[in-house]
Nanobody
């Protein structure tokens, strides 16, 4: 069992940076691939980034590639999303998720555990 709690969301002007964090509890944190997803009102949850259990495999959605960086610290049981060059289109609730597999996936159905989300708003 893994419990996830996101933090770091807020309101920023376009072009600014923001760092999201996800704190995990549970003894099996390092066994799980992790991901970030986001959801805008009235839209389906969409993939943002994923990272394998030992950070040797990382993937990004095309919309954030080159601007966002996902990372994890297994010793601290933390997942991060560094968001640079933010755009109004990045406005959404951001969720961290853990999968029962060593390598990440862009499909939400592969993730078993989810946080409650943190709101990110980018003003134009």
């Amino acid at each position: 069992q893994v419990q996830l709690v996101e933090s770091g969301g807020g309101l920023v002007p376009a072009g600014d940076s923001l760092r999201l964090s996800c704190a995990a509890s549970g003894r099996t944190f390092s066994a799980h691939a992790l991901g970030w997803f986001r959801q805008q009102p009235g839209k389906e949850r969409e993939f943002v980034a994923a990272i394998s259990r030992y950070s040797d495999n990382i993937g990004y959605a095309d919309s954030v590639k080159g601007r966002f960086t996902i990372s994890r610290d297994n010793d601290k049981k933390m997942l991060y999303l560094q968001m640079n060059k933010t755009e109004p289109a990045d406005t959404a609730v951001y969720y961290c998720a853990a999968a029962n597999r060593p390598y990440g996936s862009s499909f939400a159905r592969h993730y078993m555990y989810w946080g409650r989300g943190t709101q990110v708003t980018v003003s134009s």
